[in-house]
């Protein structure tokens, strides 16, 4: 028996493995995952990779050499491997997985129905609640275009005031007068009327055009035959508007269904999967995927894997899903996409008809674009992946996939916060940024400020990996497959990225060891402009091509971070400024500051006003009147640094966490 670089005995842990479903993870010598897999039996399905008698393709062949060592876990049954299997593959993103290189998500058209004055609203994701949805719309740009419309066609209100609780405790917003809003905040029009218009709005998005392009075109010859030009043009602007959509969305009669058409193109490494998304029989979009795959994937494997990452990170998944070929494991993923979904999903394979031609045409648009971007795939790569690479051999490390970048900011010592940022594979990771408030320095210590932010990001991350241990240990005793956490801080960093010199880099390295991390950390050194010119690294400093891909990832990286920090800053110092003398008035709160501010214009008038007079202001009872007389009239020597300006600051106070 051989043993492998790391004193792994193959046959022998082939042994161990147990008939059971599970996953398993091929490593190699630097202890990389580069393939994951599940298995119904685990010991049938790893063995077989070691065995000279069973076919193996090329992809596999060349796996197989690499392998150092494999890990395996064990599952209840094998839809549980299988989700293990999809959350493993975005976690490691494996080299022999096919990849899908695209995270994207999809905006929808939210109608409040919970509500009795209901709104329409742009929504990030579709949630369990009494609302209507409508998308996934593939165009965030269109779906701002279409309430655009539809407010201006309606007169929707788009307000947050809780109606009609609230209606008339205040004026009319813009949107009324710029003819958005019907204001039935102001009960300018009666609940049934407003329910009739969110009626007419709901018939537009399920494509009921026919009433909406009527009643255009009488308003336009109306407004025309009083002369009213201006009107007329912009009731046209709507007609063609709404024509424009109606176009868009025709397609063949699919039957009302829900379905998405999933057909795709490959070349090479480089793979396109083209979606048409159908909703209620109408093509409301289309969108592109690209894939890295092995080169020596079958279509059918290609759009196996395609299904199984893209709906496990999409919110909707539809009634019918149409596929070029039936994909492995066909029966299990159908199952899994109708639990996911919490009603039967069925997955097609049309061979003849008008289903089969949507799937041609969406197989050519898939060809088209991934020729004409094969180029641009290229450049993005060496923009991102590549220039990840390029950091790391700098370097000298294995890989720098996860980089985090850390920056200060504060005004004259106050107020200080901290940032952290993050990018995968050359691309900012935005959903992994944190954003931390300086607790314990007083003053502009930065020094002490990043000592502060690195150790309560590593000590949360290195707790959040306890509990994950000992969470996973529980499963394991139940005979449970382990929870996998795919963000929050306990994922570490391949390399962590200071905004300065030997000094930083010294405080990040103290706290790691400290912590007992081995995490590399690489200081970006600057010239006498204030350019990064190289990256001080284990007490040297390392020059670095300024033309490289690599040199403007750590340029992105380095701007990012102080962004990130400024912009959180900003936040902070703005919300600690809108403090105004009025607030230390006892019952003056937002809505009596602003009917003072209304009735007097500024401070210098309040001040001067009498009794009566503030009494006379919206909202002020004599109660209140009498306290604010008393607070500008009393001998408090202490006002006197007090401006006239109705926005004038307290002074700043230190911001605390969150």
Known sequence: MTKTASGFVIEEELKKLPMTPGVYLMRDADDQVIYVGKAV?????????????????????????????????????????????????????????????????????????????????????????????????????????????????????????????????????????????????????????????VKKAVEFLEGKYGGVLETLQNQMTAAAEALEFEEAQRLKEQLFAVRALEEKQRVTETGGEDRDIVAAASEGNDAVVQIFFIREGRMIGRDHFHLSVSGFDSRAELLGDFVKQFYAGTPFIPREIFLQEEIPDAELVTEWLSRVRGAKCTLLTPKRGEKAGLLKLAEENARTVLEKDRDKILREERRTAGAAAQVAEWLGLPAADRMEAYDISNTQGTGSVGSMVVYEKGRPKRSDYRKFRIRTVQGPDDYASMKEVLTR??????????????????????????????????????????????????????????????????????????????????????????????????????????????????????????????????????????????????????????????????????????????????????????????????????????
């Open 41 to 197: 039996k685990l010991r049938n399905r790893v063995r077989s990779y070691f065995r000279d008698s069973v076919k193996k393709s090329p992809k596999i062949e060349r796996m197989v050499s690499l392998i150092d060592h494999f890990e395996y876990i064990v599952c209840d049954s094998e839809m549980e491997a299988l989700v293990l299997e999809c959350n493993l593959i975005k976690e490691y993103a494996p080299k022999y997985n096919t990849m899908l290189k695209d995270d994207k998500a999809y905006p929808y058209i939210r109608v409040t129905l919970e509500e009795e004055y209901p709104r329409l609203i742009y929504a990030h994701q579709m949630r369990r609640d009494r609302s209507r949805y409508f998308g996934p719309y593939t165009n965030a740009g269109a779906v701002h275009k279409t309430l655009e419309l539809l407010h201006s066609l309606f007169r929707i209100r788009t307000c947050r005031r809780v109606l009609p609780r609230d209606i008339g405790k205040e004026r009319p917003c813009l949107n009324y007068h710029i003819h958005r809003c019907a204001a039935p905040c102001q009960g300018y029009i009666s609940k049934e009327e407003y329910a009739e218009q």
């Open 457 to 658: 990001r590593f000590e949360r991350g290195i707790a959040e990996r306890d509990a994950q241990d000992e969470r996973n240990a529980r499963r394991a005793e139940e005979g449970r497959g382990p929870f996998i956490a795919n963000g929050g801080f306990s994922r570490f960093p391949d390399l962590i990225l200071m905004d300065g010199g030997r000094g930083q880099v010294n405080i990040a390295e103290s706290v790691l060891e400290e912590l007992g991390l081995p995490i590399p950390v690489a200081g970006m050194v600057k010239d006498d402009h204030h350019r990064t010119r190289g990256l001080y690294f284990r007490n040297v400093e390392i020059p670095i091509d300024t033309h490289s891909e690599g040199f403007r990832l750590i340029t992105r990286i380095q701007d990012e971070a102080h962004r990130f920090a400024i912009e959180y800053h900003r936040s902070i110092r703005g919300k600690t400024q809108l403090h105004s003398v009025l607030d230390d008035i006892p019952g003056i709160g937002p809505a009596r500051r602003k009917a003072l501010m209304r009735a007097f214009g500024d401070i210098e008038k309040i001040r001067a006003a009498g009794r009566d007079e503030l009494a006379a202001a919206d909202g002020i009872t004599e109660a209140v009147a009498e306290n604010i007389y008393r607070y500008f009239h009393a001998d408090r020597p202490e006002r006197a640094e007090e401006t006239a300006d109705p926005a004038a600051p307290a002074p700043e106070k230190q911001p605390e966490e969150d």
